[in-house]
């Protein structure tokens, strides 16, 4: 497990445009910090931070839902990183040097499990932080309440990057399998489009969609603006409902799980099956 | 207890080994077995299978019947591997590692110490390069590079692929050199190449290939069933077929460009066949005894078959 992860390490730390990608992810997570200090031109001017964004228990919610807007810098590394070794052949020279297949799988699989591990960790100390600054409340109970976000951020980046993975050995080339994944995306909305206008109902139809790869990990955690109290008290003014279920669901948990699941064997499968 | 002679121990056995890649056979019912000490050459025109043979056994290409084991059967291939060196085809390393942060990663992969890393880059005569990236290597470094790779865990067995491809003479001949310098250190060799003259001047043992199939396997000399050639020269080119007719050594003769050609069907030295003619009264101006080279014995071969 540790030699495995070291042979990444090796790989990915003497990579200039790999570590320069997985530097500035890192110091862009520790900027969330920086929206505090973002005015609102609201009457005087109001600090974002004192409209409760950084209130216990919802800045849990907030942080990591921010944080993982920027999971595409490490989806980058992701994919470039399984890319590269077919357009280097390195794989191959790997796997005469005595690597497995399943090894192979098994170390790009904890590398991306610790990127994972690393962010949830630096939202969660970055987070801590900003609510014992911002938070009015710093009571135990509540700063640790719904920590359940931070598990749904981890599995989320997991997910997504198993995909990511998995795209990079299924595509071969870095370039065209980011735009796999922007093709990927679209063909989610399509398929939605397709079975709610045709076959069934619209209801249906997001329940389908709720199950596609992509969208079950956008479900993990929802858009979290619309609970604040200001964006609340608007919506009442203007008469909308903006009432939403942003809960962290176990099953949603699952879905993405599975995906994960299914990502990683297949990318086994893939290499396993393919002539190198 | 009966002990196992270690000069007889098998290194690599393949058993009725086949690829298909479609409709096209590449190797077809491939047996052979190689053993400790020796010097193995697998001879065979482009596309004969040596490398997709070489695929299988190395676990980058999946074989489509027939089954092969590395040493005595007992590790599962990649384990066995890293007791193996291999180099196919092109090197390939990370381009932007130097070359002693490759070398390190393959300790890792092998599960070796890394304190062998400067000796074989002193071995290829790459030492002093150790620190440039990968990249910035010409050709025959990079070849040099994947053989000190390639020798990271003192392997069992070292396999190399078409070593020379590509390379200019002095590389090539960096390369024979290193070549010859590790099989005099008795490790066991397998070298796929269709330079017949590179296989020849290093190999004990030949495994001939064409479209996949074995022609040949042995030794290098029993290969060469044929007891040799005289090429003649004299004025008295009627007399002299006259009587090399009536020699019941000589076989086929053949005449080009006044270079008279007899090809001889029992041992006979030279010595004896020149007295002989002398004795029936021609004076030769020409007389070489040779042996077919392993090129015409190949292109013998192949073409038979």
Not at chain 1, 12 to 21: G, I, M, Q, T
């Amino acid at each position: 497990m540790i030699r495995l992860l070291e042979i990444e390490y090796i790989k990915l730390w003497n990579n200039r445009a790999s570590k320069a990608l997985i530097i500035s992810y890192f110091v862009l997570l520790s900027l969330i910090a920086l929206i505090s200090v973002i005015k609102l031109p609201i009457g005087e001017g109001v600090l974002l931070a004192d409209m409760g964004i950084f209130n216990f228990p919802y800045i849990w919610h907030f942080n990591s839902w921010v944080a993982a807007l920027f999971k595409l810098f490490l989806a980058i590394v992701i994919v470039s990183m399984m890319a590269n070794e077919y357009s280097n052949k390195t794989i191959k020279q790997n796997l005469i040097d005595g690597l497995s297949k399943k090894e192979f799988i098994l170390s790009k699989f904890i590398t991306l499990v610790s990127f994972s591990l690393l962010s949830t960790l630096f939202v969660f100390i970055i987070s801590l932080s900003l609510g014992f600054i911002f938070s009015n409340d710093t009571e135990l109970s509540i700063v640790f309440r719904d920590l359940e976000y931070l598990l749904a951020f981890f599995i989320k980046l997991v997910g997504f990057f198993s995909f990511c993975l998995f795209l990079g050995i299924f595509v071969k080339r870095s370039a065209f399998a980011l735009g796999f994944l922007i093709l990927w995306l679209i063909c989610e909305q399509v398929i939605y489009g397709i079975i709610g206008w045709q076959f069934s109902s619209w209801n249906t139809a997001q329940q389908i969609k709720n199950l596609l790869p992509l969208e079950s990990m956008q479900n993990l955690i929802k858009e979290p603006s619309r609970r604040l109290d200001l964006v609340k008290a608007v919506g009442n003014q203007i008469g909308a409902d903006i009432s939403y279920d942003y809960a962290v669901h176990w099953y949603q948990l699952l879905i993405v799980l599975i995906w994960t699941a299914i990502f990683i064997y297949l990318s086994f499968l893939l290499l396993k099956r393919r002539d190198l | 207890m009966t002990k196992i002679n270690p000069a007889l121990k098998q290194i690599l056995t393949v058993n009725n080994l086949t690829k298909k890649f479609g409709s096209l056979t590449a190797v077809d019912k491939l047996s052979f077995s190689i053993e400790k000490g020796n010097v193995y050459g697998v001879l065979g025109p482009n596309g004969s299978g040596k490398s997709t043979t070489l695929g299988v056994v190395l676990n980058v290409v999946n074989k489509t019947s027939g089954n092969f084991f590395w040493f005595d059967g007992s590790t599962s291939t990649h384990n066995a591997l890293k007791k193996v060196g291999a180099i196919i085809e092109r090197p390939n390393f990370y381009p932007y590692m130097t070359a002693q942060q490759n070398l390190k990663l393959v300790c890792k992969i092998k599960e070796v110490s890394e304190n062998k890393i400067n000796e074989k880059l002193d071995l290829v005569g790459l030492l002093d390069r150790k620190d440039s990236a990968f990249r910035t290597y010409s050709l025959g470094m990079k070849q040099r590079l994947a053989i000190a790779s390639a020798l990271l865990n003192d392997p069992e067995i070292l396999i190399l692929d078409e070593p020379t491809n590509g390379l200019d003479p002095q590389g090539i001949h960096q390369i024979r050199e290193i070549i010859k310098k590790i099989a005099h250190q008795g490790t066991t060799i397998l070298l796929a190449s269709h330079l017949l003259d590179e296989v020849e001047k290093v190999c004990s043992h030949v495994i001939i290939l064409r479209k996949g199939k074995k022609l040949y396997s042995g030794r290098v000399d029993a290969m060469m069933k044929t007891h040799g050639f005289f090429e003649l020269k004299t004025s008295q080119q009627n007399e002299l077929l006259q009587v090399l007719k009536n020699n019941t050594s000589i076989g086929e003769v053949k005449t080009e460009n006044g270079l008279t050609t007899a090809f001889l069907t029992e041992d006979l030295n030279a010595d004896t066949f020149n007295k002989f003619l002398f004795e029936n009264g021609i004076i030769l101006s020409h007389l070489v005894k040779r042996k077919e080279s392993l090129e015409e014995q190949f292109l013998d071969l192949t073409n038979k078959n």
